[in-house]
């Protein structure tokens, strides 16, 4: 008996590789000991256990109990490596995106330890919050499951989380509630860029809450706790000092009198004016991270130098210049 070889059964039959080819699968390392190991492609995973393929083109998966190896190293895809470039980069809507659509297709892995899934929504989380996008960065924790977070394993990850609820308090201006949360993260031991966070934070608090010259402090540990790194924060805080420096009616009349006989060098409008003209100096320099001093804070680099030739003060209406000492000793 002949076999029919019909259109339907070759459709199926060119359908097969290609359904075989769209499988998800991610290619591993499972650690038994420091001389046993076995590459794997795993193609899902619990809590419990591990489904997974012994090469790459498998056909048969076998399944291990998730404590059988002493651990699961998961290889990184390239489109979470071009992800973590395009961060790096501080091109952080691109990364946004890239990271999105690494969550999503890693997703079935969530209960790994470090799983590409969970860490992908990690950073898409952070390029929200480097981006100042708060509303959308609070929407973004929701999905973030507690599988993700148990997935985690560097510290600095999990303290970066437990930072969003600071975050959050911006996000509504809750400053009294943002200045306690703020100044109890200043006495842990976190990184830089971490401080850098909780510096800005306890400023934006402070100016909440009407008190210019600790904000100006607080905005200082923004600026300088991560070495200038954190650029986004290190750039608003800076801006947000400028601002204040120039809002304040000491530094007003510093201004005013500069240059005058009136002017009184050890006032503390005159410190201050110094301090604010030493620092848009420095936002030129480096704080701004290339982007050029608001025209509104330029007039501050006059005063940075108080040894340069001040402004003689005008003279009144027919009085007579002074004569110099010397010459008249030399006549």
């Given amino acids: 008996m002949k076999s029919r070889f019909t259109p339907a059964l070759a459709a199926i039959l ?4 290609a359904a075989h080819a769209q499988r998800f699968q991610q290619e591993a390392m499972l650690v038994f000991s420091d001389a046993d190991y076995e590459r794997v492609w795993i193609a899902d995973a619990n809590k419990a256990s591990i489904l997974y393929f ?5 056909v048969d998966s076998k399944k291990m109990s998730i404590s059988e190896p002493q651990s699961i190293w998961l290889m990184e895809p390239p489109e979470y490596t ?3 470039e395009l961060y790096q980069g501080r091109k952080y809507e691109e990364a946004r995106e890239k990271f999105a659509t690494v969550r999503e297709k890693y997703k079935k892995l969530i209960t790994l330890p470090d799983n590409h899934s969970s860490l992908a929504a990690f950073y898409e989380m952070e390029c929200l919050r480097k981006l100042g996008m708060l509303d959308e960065l609070a929407e ?3 999905t973030f499951l507690p599988d993700d977070r148990n997935s985690l394993t560097r510290e600095h990850h999990l303290k970066q989380l437990d930072l969003y609820t600071m975050w959050e308090a911006v996000r509504v201006k809750e400053w009294p509630r943002l200045e306690l949360m703020a100044k109890e993260w200043l006495e842990k031991n976190i990184p830089g860029y971490q401080r850098a966070q909780v510096g800005y934070c306890l400023g934006l608090s402070l100016e909440g809450q009407k008190r210019p010259i600790e904000a100006i402090n607080a905005y200082n540990i923004g600026m300088t706790a991560d070495t200038g790194a954190s650029e986004r924060i290190t750039s ?3 801006l947000n000092a400028l601002r204040l420096y120039q809002e304040d009616e000491t530094v007003k009349l510093a201004v005013k009198l500069y240059g005058t006989p009136d002017e009184d060098p050890d006032s503390s409008g005159m410190l201050k004016l110094r301090e604010a003209a030493s620092l848009a100096s420095l936002y030129e320099l480096t704080l701004g991270g290339g982007q050029p001093l608001p025209a509104s804070a330029k007039g501050l680099l006059k005063y940075k130098d108080d040894s340069k030739p001040k ?4 003279k009144e209406e027919g009085e007579k210049p002074k004569e110099d000492p010397k010459k008249k000793k030399d006549k």
């Fill in 82 to 84: 071009e992800a973590m």
């Fill in 140 to 142: 973004a924790e929701k």
């Fill in 54 to 58: 012994e090469t790459e083109q498998g």
């Fill in 311 to 314: 402004p003689a003060p005008e």
């Fill in 14 to 17: 060119m359908a097969l590789p």
């Fill in 236 to 238: 608003e805080s800076a």
